[in-house]
């Protein structure tokens, strides 16, 4: 049972109003600036009205730090043992979040792109209300399908550690971030440290919340299989994945586009679970055409 109420996101925009609108949705912990200016300003000039969000319990939209700390694995047995659990929210509850912000915004169809648990939340957004999607972009995601093969041990590990509190030990948690981003990076480039390191130091000084991520994490995991909630979506679907994706590998992005209906899978060579700053211009070119013909339809 979820304890949700309705919550305003924070975002911010780009663009003409008048324009088509874009709904970008971040990752995991991630915050609205992980897509970056440059990828915002190229949709722009494509004749897009951008609104980049901050998901619940990250970033600067409102956080669920009334609530419980969550010990995973005993919510896990309990779970299993059929019992009544309380939870901060799930999937569903973040996808209305959007949905509640487009009525604010008074914005009656957008497109909807997300990245990797923003993927998930986007296909929902689309499965919830498909009269009010103009095309869906999930990246580097998944629909939570429980046979597809799971993360690499490592990069979980990398995913689930604390690491150093950075207003202890600011060194030691860039380290750490640093180490999970180069794990998970594609290969097609080498690592960008320099550009890693700036998007982290920005996101700290916007909101640290690891016991929102977790949170979010929890939200991901009670969700569990949308597979059957895919059927409802109409909107035209591009489903773009890297091969070499250590955290959700390539079956996950397949596994979307098996699901909706005439969805179009486009898989990027030596992409992992990241999108740097020299894949920006090859990921904005596809999304661009993709919004194109959707918008001619």
Known sequence: MTNNAPITLYYDSFGDRANPAVV?????????ISWSEDFCQRLVN????IIR????DSGLSPHFDHFPEINIPELIERLQRGEHVDI???????????????????????HIIGRSMGGMVAQLVAALAPENVLSLCPIMSSTGNPALPQPEPDVMQLLMSSGANPKEDLDGYLEGQLAFYRRISS???????????????QALARNYSPKGTKRQLVAVAITGDMRPHLTTITAPTLV???????????????????????????????????TPPLLIPLIADKIITHLNSASSE
């Open 240 to 274: 773009i994945h890297g091969s070499v994706d250590p955290l959700f590998p390539t079956a996950a992005g397949k596994d979307i586009a098996d699901n909706i209906a005439n969805a179009t899978f486009d898989l990027i060579s030596d992409m992992g679970h990241e």
């Open 187 to 201: 290969t097609l480039f080498p690592f960008d440290e320099a550009y890693y390191r700036h998007y982290i130091l």
């Open 53 to 56: 969000v901050d998901n619940r």
């Open 88 to 110: 901060p929210y799930t999937l569903f509850d973040m996808a209305e979040d959007v949905l509640r912000l487009l009525n604010q915004l008074s914005i009656e169809k957008a």
């Open 24 to 32: 970008l949705i971040p990752g995991l912990g991630g915050h609205n």
């Open 46 to 49: 494509a004749g897009y009205y």
